[in-house]
């Protein structure tokens, strides 16, 4: 046994030998317009170059830095792509986003994201990267909206890691095969937390059904679109044949997505989905590195700091002024604390405080970190709660879109955060939530806690991404084994579309067939019954259904009809007695029904007491004593004329 184990370590240590001794060459292309994902990712492959020295990266941003600090990262910047964006009708300013229906900016993100796409692939520092013959390992990509990127790994032939820092959503689950309930997993577009009711899963049933057909329907031909356009003619030159578009995600080998339990709820992921919310975190040296004009404002403050910044992307300057003045009413009574607002402007919209600091860009991490730093106001996106959290600082939440909406509500809940809308932001809201927050001890203890659950994964998130990672490039296939054949599945076998028809079919035969057999069967039952019946009494039973319905009248009706009915009934008795034409009066009428009763009395008993029960059944009282009076004149007739 201890052989066996020294000979697999021998193997795996042969197999990984190329890359400790050439080293293991990153593609990192990070398209997003929002500078957090690109903050999110360059912070992830710092890491992993520091720890593993045989590793370099050459990355791909319209954010990208034309001298980095890290020299094993090589970066080219994209230039167009945030005005392509604005351009499309997706702006940067906070009051037009929020301003945005759902439908508007889903429809906006799918065809800006293609055209950003082709831009990026279009640029000639990116076609001279590509045709420069430079040999690559390992792709590293951001693929929201942006799946066009994946001809990459086909054309260098090497396996793709997915870098999500948004978290999981419909279209990444849907690539990897990953399951999604509509009962279980809201939308990220929609406000909803995992505790739906029936309305709100009603409308996170059609929002994800709507998700799953534009992304088949529009979005993958529009990005299928770019990806023949620019790969095709890279394919011939490498003689290699072009696969299609659909079948690329099948080269996912690891996904690591920006998300915890903790920050959000617990879901089902596949084993090549990996959360490692907090890799983006400095270690604690670095976190208290703060320059030394901001560290003197903080520690000059008396009774602490208030920290404002909604976010890497959103403009704090371009606030309506009439929330802007209710900010400023609210540093102005608050003359204890320190304020420092990002602000992207090189001057403040008027007078700036004395206890107000701006910049355009600052070290959150490390701000937060500061142990005189009270309250962190914030939009509440990811990055920045994990940051308050590591940082042991509450949060007042003043959330722009759905997702942070969410994810403010569940802090809230969880006691480390409250919350205002944006629509709703009034001094009386932000002064009473500023100082419940600053003053009261339970916020603090409450987001110790969170710190402690949030780190007691086992391992460090950037160690089990390296791990990940050396585990792919050491394996066959670039980790198969730790894929899903879900996303080999289209939408008709993915969603039982055909099971379900085959179901209804079987339901309709197993309960049509017999339903048709047994009403043949009585229809021809019937049929024989009603022919032998006329056979048996001469009378067919619809003829007698008819002279039923038309008896039906009233008593005077029946009347005045009665002697034209029975001479109907009776012709054949009346010629009989020698009658060759209907009666042209009440009283021949009668005489000649007499006549027929009374030859009916002598021919037939049977057919006498039929008879006799139609007119009793057909006549009122008034009509039978008529008939019996018509009966004896009849009689009397007879026997004179006899005589």
Not at 25 to 40: C, G
Not at 213 to 233: D, G, P
Not at 459 to 482: K, M, Q, T
């Amino acid at each position: 046994m201890a052989k066996f184990v020294t000979a697999v370590s021998l193997l795996s240590l042969l197999s990984a030998l190329p890359h400790l001794v050439y080293g293991v060459n990153v593609l990192a292309v990070l398209p997003s317009v929002w500078k957090s994902h690109y903050l999110f990712g360059k912070r992830l492959l710092q890491q992993i170059v520091d720890i593993q020295p045989n590793y370099s990266v050459t990355l791909i941003s319209p954010h990208a830095q034309e001298y980095p600090v890290q020299q094993k990262i090589r970066e080219i910047h994209i230039d167009e792509l945030c005005e392509n964006w604005e351009d499309m009708g997706l702006p940067f300013d906070i009051e037009q986003s929020s301003q945005q229906t759902v439908m508007e900016h889903f429809t906006k993100l799918m065809y800006a994201g293609s055209s950003n796409v082709d831009l990026l692939l279009g640029d000639a520092k990116v076609r001279k990267l590509v045709r420069s013959g430079e040999k690559f390992d390992l792709l590293v990509v951001d693929l929201f909206l942006s799946d066009s990127l994946l001809g990459l790994a086909h054309f260098y032939q090497i396996p793709t890691v997915v870098v999500s820092p948004n978290g999981a959503n419909t279209w990444l689950n849907h690539m990897t095969g990953n399951p999604q309930s509509s009962a279980l997993d809201p939308s990220m577009f929609l406000p909803y937390s995992e505790r739906m009711g029936i309305w709100q899963r009603s409308v996170n049933t059609l929002m994800g059904l709507f998700e799953k057909l534009t992304y088949n329907f529009f979005y993958l031909i529009s990005q299928e679109a770019v990806y023949t356009k620019h790969f095709h003619a890279l394919c011939q030159l490498a003689n290699t044949t072009l696969p299609h578009h659909r079948d690329l995600t099948k080269n996912l080998s690891l996904v690591l997505i920006n998300s915890h339990p903790v920050l959000q709820y617990p879901r089902a992921y596949l084993p090549n989905m990996l959360e490692i919310a907090g890799a983006h975190l400095h270690d604690q040296q670095k976190q208290n590195e703060l320059p030394a004009h901001i560290a003197y404002f903080i520690e000059s403050a008396p009774k602490g700091v208030v920290y404002l910044s909604f976010g890497a992307d959103a403009r704090t300057a371009d606030l309506a002024k009439e929330k802007l003045d209710i900010f400023l009413d609210i540093i102005l009574d608050m003359q204890d604390y320190n304020f420092i607002i990002k602000w992207e402007d090189q001057k403040f919209y008027t007078a700036l405080p004395k206890n107000v600091m701006i910049s355009d860009w600052l070290p959150q991490e490390a701000i937060l970190a500061h142990s005189n730093v009270k309250l962190f106001i914030s939009a509440c996106g990811l990055m920045s709660i994990i940051e308050s959290i590591n940082g042991l600082t509450p949060i007042l939440a003043i959330p722009i879109y759905p997702e942070q909406e969410v994810s403010a509500r569940r802090l809230q809940q969880q006691g480390i955060a409250l919350m205002i809308s944006f629509d709703a932001i009034t001094y009386d809201a932000l002064s009473s939530n500023i100082q419940k927050l600053v003053t009261h001890p339970n916020y603090v203890r409450q987001v110790a806690e969170m710190r402690r659950l949030l780190n007691s994964t086992y391992g460090s998130p950037i160690a089990r991404s390296v791990h990940y990672i050396e585990l792919i490039l050491n394996s066959a296939g670039g980790g198969d084994f730790l894929k899903s054949h879900a996303n080999e599945l289209n939408f008709m076998r993915a969603e039982l579309v055909d099971v379900i028809a085959i179901i209804v079919m079987g339901l309709f035969v197993i309960i049509a067939v017999p339903f048709i057999v047994t009403c043949c069967i009585l229809r021809r039952s019937y049929i024989n019954q009603t022919a032998l019946q006329a056979q048996t009494t001469g009378v067919h039973r619809a003829t007698l259904k008819v002279f039923g319905r038309t008896n039906s009248n009233s008593g005077v009706a029946a009347a005045n009809d009665s002697p034209v009915l029975d001479w109907h009934r009776r012709s054949s008795a009346i010629q009989a007695a020698g009658v060759s034409k209907p009666p042209s009066s009440p009283s021949a009428s009668s005489t000649a029904s007499s006549i027929s009763t009374a030859s009916s009395v002598g021919s037939s008993p049977q057919m006498r007491r039929s008879d006799t029960h139609l007119v009793d059944g057909s006549c009122g009282d008034g009509a039978m004593k008529r008939e019996k009076f018509a009966r004896q004149a009849a009689m009397k007739s007879v026997s004179q004329k006899n005589d």
